[in-house]
Nanobody, 124 residues
């Protein structure tokens, strides 16, 4: 099982980035997925979660209204559209597959598989 995240980079505040995460090795259409991030010196934190079918989404308050999570189960791919980026969004972003079905159940404790991370740097 492998989760390959991509799309990170260096941008200025106010810009946007789109992250992708391709899953291989098995099909994850029956499981919720999510994005997490970890800034230097801080613990990994939840960013967004999406239900197995993609119909329900859940966001951290810090990104609500700016980030959009989506998935394409036919392509086994998870996305994160990040708009109006802020310097405090700077972190390594990780995609993850939960062992649960619902978006609200996506937490660090429910993650079964982690991606390798992609660095997002937002300059002021």
């Amino acid at each position: 099982v492998q989760l390959q995240a991509s799309g990170g980079g260096l941008v200025q505040a106010g810009a946007y980035l789109s992250l992708s995460c391709v899953a291989s090795g098995r099909t994850f259409s029956r499981y919720a997925m999510g994005w997490f991030r970890q800034a230097p010196g801080k613990e990994r934190e939840f960013v967004a979660g999406i239900s197995d079918g993609g119909g329900v989404r859940n966001y951290a308050d810090s990104v609500k209204g700016r980030f959009t999570i989506s998935r394409d189960n036919a392509k086994n791919t998870l996305y994160l559209q990040m708009n109006s980026l802020k310097p405090e969004d700077t972190a390594v972003y990780y995609c993850a597959v939960s062992n649960r079905r619902f978006a609200s159940e996506v937490t660090t404790r429910s993650v079964a598989y982690w991606g390798q991370g992609t660095l997002v740097t937002v300059s002021s």
